[in-house]
């Protein structure tokens, strides 16, 4: 009895030394990459356009499995992207420049920081290479800071919606029919058409 008693405290003890060793290679494997440069060239994942010629924050992805990086000229085409059914639910690493470190005209990626843990200023006065964006902070302070001086709302990640996108949207009257009704749906889908 003695016997099985030890065999399985060794058994136990084994397996135990198996799940840290387990455990550290899940925290190797989980360790989210770095943020890439983005470069003169780099065309926005969603609408083509040069991400580098346009003001205001910009966005990247890393995709969870692939590590293939996605570049967006806005931090609203990054969550046009990011919101779309089949990688709403995914685990990607997500990074956006922090405004209260980089020029609104210019940022040049010295700031970018985690998507999910910044704070958002939804439908403020400042346009972002679609007209209205998402101004990114890495502090609810800064981020309160801007829509004092800005207008619109602070949001956080989780709260985002596609609704938030399409705030303060200068084509949200283009798309009326005869009974004045917008078309939501059909403004999401053709706004890159029309300002491109």
């Known amino acids: ?6 065999k399985l405290l060794f058994a136990l003890l084994m397996s135990g030394v198996f799940l840290v060793g387990c455990s550290g ?12 440069h983005i470069e003169d060239g780099d065309e926005c994942h ?9 003001p ?3 966005g990247e992805v890393i995709t969870e499995k692939e590590q293939a990086v996605h570049k967006f000229c806005s931090t609203k085409d990054m969550f046009a992207w990011v919101l779309q059914p089949e990688n709403v639910n995914r685990k990607h690493t997500l990074y956006v420049h922090d405004m209260s470190q980089e020029e609104w005209d210019n940022p040049n990626d010295t700031a970018l920081i985690d998507a999910r843990e910044a704070f958002y200023v939804a439908g403020s006065g400042r346009e972002g290479a679609m007209g209205p964006t998402l101004a990114s902070f890495a502090t609810e302070s800064a981020a309160h800071d801007f829509m004092m001086e800005y207008g619109g709302e602070v949001v956080t990640y989780d ?3 596609l609704d938030h996108l399409n705030t303060g949207m200068p084509m949200g009257g283009m798309h009326e029919d005869m009974s004045g009704e917008q078309h ?4 999401s889908g053709m706004q890159h058409g029309h300002e491109h």
């Open 159 to 161: 709260a985002i919606t």
């Open 1 to 6: 009895m003695k016997s099985v008693r030890l």
């Open 46 to 54: 969603v609408c083509g356009m040069a991400i580098t010629r346009f």
């Open 25 to 36: 290679e899940a925290e190797k494997i989980a360790e989210k990459p770095a943020p890439v």
């Open 56 to 58: 205001g924050p910009k």
């Open 184 to 187: 939501g749906e059909m403004h």
